[in-house]
């Protein structure tokens, strides 16, 4: 067994129904004296009962998907007019992503309160969109320096942004097990990650109001998050980005589409990751254990659902086919990636994709 793993330096806190105390802590502890706290204006009561008590010199809202260079250069000014020497971000991926975007050119220290299933916050990557593309880098300054989950926090998130965000998280962690670094830390992290969120998302789905639902979620959108960071993108997590950045689709529901027909393709090819993922799903087939989940928690089905158009297909196969990564199990060749977006884009059986390669 050889294999380099890098566990990222951060502290990490579950605190339910006690950000506002953990948030202030953490606080303190990196001696932050000028707070900015970012928070989408949906979020804002949300972040001022979190923030109430922190010495807040700016509150931005203005929070935009996919992080377009502009808002993250607005954002950029304001911490730097105000003499700001902390930032609280508190909200989904986006909002996580605005303060990374500021963390890349000032080094400020975050400390993230997530309030989706994204795991942004458990990662050193971070993405800006200009026109029509997304950029991601990996830079160690945007690795927020410590997160607070208050699974209360989720209560508000309604249950499709939910499911969605929560196989947003599974995706990670099916990916993770194929992923250009994969190793058996993320092996490990990406099964107890599937196994939580199976047990959590249909308690979301079934009791939006109950809180060990959401826990079970948060604890596994955590989990996902690291697998992901260390083993990189797989080709899950290399179409959705394209799919994101070139037509602006949804990001959760965008991934809880194409995940099963990705497995669908990889899995005959993977047979270690199959077994794991069915292991943890408590189902014979991988396959067979997502689609079981997706059922109970109604799933988002078909892109076309989502913004994307079928006229679309044949540009997204050739941008996807220039990152597909060259470790992916199974061989991704223009005719395999058209039918599987297809598919996808349908809302067809995933398991047409199964079979060998036409
Ligand atoms: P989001 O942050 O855009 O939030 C989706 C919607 O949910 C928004 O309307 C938001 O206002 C609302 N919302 C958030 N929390 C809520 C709550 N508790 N109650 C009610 N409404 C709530 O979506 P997301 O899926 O969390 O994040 C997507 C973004 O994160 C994308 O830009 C993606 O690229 C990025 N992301 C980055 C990484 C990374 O490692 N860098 C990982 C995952 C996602």
Not at 144 to 155: C, E, G, H, K, S
Not at 183 to 190: H, M
Not at 233 to 243: A, D, R, Y
Request: glycine share 8%.
């Amino acid at each position: 067994m050889r294999f380099e793993h890098e566990t990222l330096a951060q502290r990490v806190c579950f605190a339910p129904g006690e950000a506002a105390v953990a948030v202030r802590a953490e606080a303190k502890r990196l001696g932050g004296s000028r707070v900015m706290v970012i928070a989408a204006t949906a979020e804002a009561d949300l972040a001022e009962k979190v923030t109430a008590e922190l010495p807040v010199v700016l509150r931005h809202e203005e929070v935009v998907m996919h992080v377009p260079v502009a808002s993250a250069e607005r954002a950029r000014t304001a911490a730097a007019a105000h003499d700001v020497d902390l930032l609280v971000s508190i909200g989904g991926g986006s909002t996580t992503g605005l303060a990374k975007a500021v963390a890349l050119t000032s080094g400020l220290p975050i400390v993230a309160v997530p309030t989706t299933y994204a795991g942004s916050e458990a990662t050193s990557v971070w993405g800006l969109t200009e026109e029509a593309r997304k950029t991601t880098g990996v830079d160690a300054r945007v690795l927020p320096r410590a997160i607070v989950y208050d699974a209360t926090l989720t209560l508000s998130l309604p249950v499709p942004m939910s499911v969605a965000s929560g196989l947003n998280a599974l995706a990670h962690c099916v990916d993770s097990l194929w992923a250009p670094r994969t190793d058996p830390v993320d092996q490990t992290l990406a099964g107890e990650g599937i196994r939580a969120l199976a047990t959590g998302l249909p308690a979301v789905a079934s009791a939006p109001a109950g809180l060990e639902g959401r826990e079970q979620v948060l604890y596994g959108a955590y989990l996902s998050a690291l697998a992901f960071s260390s083993a990189g993108s797989g080709l899950h997590h290399k179409i959705c980005h394209v799919l994101g950045g070139a037509y602006d689709l949804p990001h959760a529901q965008t991934h809880a589409v194409v995940l099963p027909y990705v497995l669908a393709f990889n899995a005959p090819a993977a047979p270690d990751a199959e077994r794991r993922i069915a292991h943890s799903l408590g189902a014979p087939s991988a396959l067979e254990g997502l689609q079981r989940l997706r059922h109970a928690v109604d799933a988002p089905k078909a892109l076309r659902d989502h913004g994307f158009q079928e006229a679309d297909i044949d540009d997204a196969v050739q941008a996807i086919l220039e990152v597909v990564p060259a470790s992916n199990p199974r061989p991704v060749t223009p005719n395999a990636l058209r039918q599987l977006l297809r598919a996808a884009w349908q809302g067809a059986d995933p398991l047409t994709l199964s079979g060998e390669e036409s």
